[in-house]
């Protein structure tokens, strides 16, 4: 990890800025939002953006309907890549399990809501059959 993007003397940082840094918002107002909403709780509390969070810290959070926990393992004040932003925390136990069935009610959830629209318009043969079918209704 690059110097500027971890906290050396420093033995918090805000959580907007970590929650930012580490890419679980795409943007800090995202994240500022989403404290402010409750969408965010550090160790078992609401917090607020300027909360200083500590390594150990276990954060919650909610983004698009898919709840997930965290562990802080590094603090980040800076925007880094993907790979050592996932270095960064890790999820727990509890939000393994969380995420895992979030995620399965969004996957079910966008299955039934598939439109069973057709795909193209009826050619011959298909305007007959519904042509048939509507006459026999």
């Given at each position: 990890m690059s110097p500027a993007a971890v906290s050396g003397p420093a033995d918090a940082v805000r959580l907007d800025?970590?929650?930012?840094?580490?890419?679980?918002?795409?943007t800090r107002a995202l994240a500022q939002?989403?404290?402010?909403?409750?969408?965010?709780?550090?160790?078992?509390?609401t917090a607020k953006p300027s909360r200083g969070?500590?390594?150990?810290?276990?954060?919650?959070f909610s983004k698009a309907?898919?709840?997930?926990?965290?562990?802080v393992l590094v603090l980040l004040s800076d925007r880094v890549g993907a790979p050592v932003a996932a270095q960064?925390?890790?999820r727990t136990e509890n939000g393994d399990r969380i995420h895992a069935e979030d995620t399965e009610r969004r996957?079910?959830?966008?299955?039934?809501?598939q439109s069973v629209a057709p795909t193209h318009r009826?050619?011959?043969?298909?305007?007959?059959a519904i042509r048939r079918f509507k006459e026999s209704s």
């Open positions: 800025r970590w929650l930012w840094a580490t890419r679980a918002f795409k939002d989403a404290v402010r909403r409750g969408q965010v709780v550090v160790n078992g509390q969070i500590r390594v150990g810290d276990i954060v919650a309907g898919v709840r997930d926990e965290v562990e960064a925390m890790r996957r079910i959830e966008r299955l039934q809501n009826p050619n011959k043969q298909g305007r007959r």
